[in-house]
């Protein structure tokens, strides 16, 4: 057994008394009132799920295990040279509440290594599919198509104690997340760049792997580090990570339970916004006949756009109520590693006019930037501006955060969703009785 993986079974032990307690002592204490509208506005803001992964706190951000953003890029171990944290550490920190040593996140991304093979039938499937498919079909075709290789299907199938079903669950999560950033890299070099592909380097941690098989040389193996931790995980109510969770909640393998998250992901609602974001500045840069931006120019703009009836996209966030702390941490490594690139000009001068814009315009609760204002400024600079595959990279972090997720799921024995449906006729009559 790996050391990760007997400090999650010692972890898994401390928590599993606070969860029955919960159950045998205060199961009838309630959380909240569900109104109409939020069982018509699809459950927004319902209290009901139960996740120790992440916590998305409005004026904070996005916490990791308790910790915010800042303090997960200062405090995790990086590799050798690197200026972020590797993606191995960050999930020890996933995993297990606790911030790794150096040498508990060599020992992941050893573990890591030995998993990264992609499979040969993957390879095949992928090159047996049609050029124009999208790719986020493919990625999660490829997720799919591995699930023959599951291990908790076969423990499950001998007959096991449910107490143990987190450890095949981990032993499945482990595999998977080797392979993805290798599957992701090989669909786009082989979709976008003619198939000129590139053999991964096992011996290289999971970012600079990825930016390897990619075909980008340093710092954009920082960048991959960057991404991937900031995309991992939004709570658990977020469409990809619920999807995740309710399929794992049947007892569904790893495989087929973030194959569905995936698909969830690749919805226009969900994954799509960095590219809409930057289908938008480059409209932008067009109209105003790519001018040096400055304030004047923005604010005119912008009072423009938003008395057209158009909004800013990329600003608002239906939780947060400051900027969002994942668009600060891309900010600075834009200033520091691409501060004069056209496209980041205006995305850094929209930052200094449209708060306030949108704060006088009064239609925005939260007029403040978001993570995906920034996300695909960077992914364009260093050439990858096929905007389709943007959500394939959104889709190796988001594995990180929905597959511990479902690994702790297990642990703790969470039952199968199923929350209770009410007919129209219903609500109309729970409505005339509350008046």
């Known amino acids: 057994m790996s050391a990760l993986k007997e400090r999650l079974a ?17 199961a009838d204490v309630k959380l909240g009132d569900v109104t109409i509208g939020q069982a018509l506005g699809g459950g927004r803001g319902v209290k009901m799920l139960v996740t120790d992964i992440s916590y998305l706190d409005p004026m904070e951000g996005i916490r990791f295990r308790g910790y915010t953003i800042p303090e997960v890029l200062e405090k995790l171990p990086k590799s050798e040279g690197a200026e972020y944290p590797c993606v191995e550490s960050f999930w020890w920190l996933l995993i297990t509440g606790d911030i790794p040593t150096q040498e508990d996140s060599i020992a992941v991304r050893d573990e890591f290594s030995t998993k990264k093979i992609i499979p040969q039938y993957v390879i095949e499937l992928l090159l047996k599919m049609p050029r124009d498919t999208h790719p986020m079909t493919m990625f999660s075709c490829a997720v799919l198509a591995m699930q023959r290789e599951s291990k908790f299907v076969r423990h499950y199938e001998r007959g096991m104690d449910k107490l143990d079903y987190w450890k095949p669950t981990y032993d499945d999560a482990i595999q998977i997340i080797a392979k993805l950033p290798s599957i992701a890299a090989y ?34 193996d920082d960048l991959a580090r960057l991404y991937f931790i900031l995309h991992s995980d939004h709570e658990s109510g977020n469409a990809s990570a619920h999807a995740t969770h309710l399929v794992s909640s049947t007892l569904a393998d790893p495989y087929y339970s973030l194959s569905a998250g995936l698909n969830a992901l690749a919805g ?7 590219q809409e974001v930057l289908r938008w500045l480059i409209d932008v840069i067009e109209k105003l006949d790519g001018v040096e931006p400055t304030e004047e120019i923005m604010k005119k703009f912008v009072w423009e756009t938003l008395n057209s009836g158009q909004v800013i996209p990329g600003f608002g966030h239906a939780v947060l109520r400051k900027t969002d702390p994942r668009y600060y941490a891309q900010r600075e490594f834009c200033l520091k590693h691409l501060p004069d690139d056209k496209i980041f000009k205006y995305v850094s001068m929209l930052y200094n006019v449209v708060p306030d814009i949108l704060a006088e315009h009064g239609k925005a609760k939260n007029p403040w930037p978001n993570v995906d204002a920034q996300s695909g400024v960077i992914q364009w600079h260093y050439g990858i501006k096929d905007f389709d595959f943007y959500t394939v990279m959104f889709g ?5 955060g929905v597959l511990s997720n479902i690994i702790w799921d297990r642990a703790l024995l969470y039952p199968l969703e199923r929350p209770k449906s ?11 009785k509350a008046k």
Do not use: C, W
């Open 10 to 26: 010692q972890k898994i032990e401390e928590h599993r008394p606070r969860t029955k307690k919960l159950l045998k002592e205060h």
């Open 187 to 220: 669909i786009y070099r082989m979709k976008y760049k003619n198939d000129t592909l590139i053999a991964p380097d096992y011996s290289l941690d999971i970012g600079a792997n990825f930016a390897h098989m990619m075909g980008q040389k340093p710092p954009y």
């Open 268 to 274: 226009p609602l969900h994954g799509l916004a960095t």
């Open 396 to 400: 190796v972090g988001r594995a990180l």
């Open 422 to 432: 009410l007919t129209t006729d219903m609500l109309e009559d729970i409505a005339k």
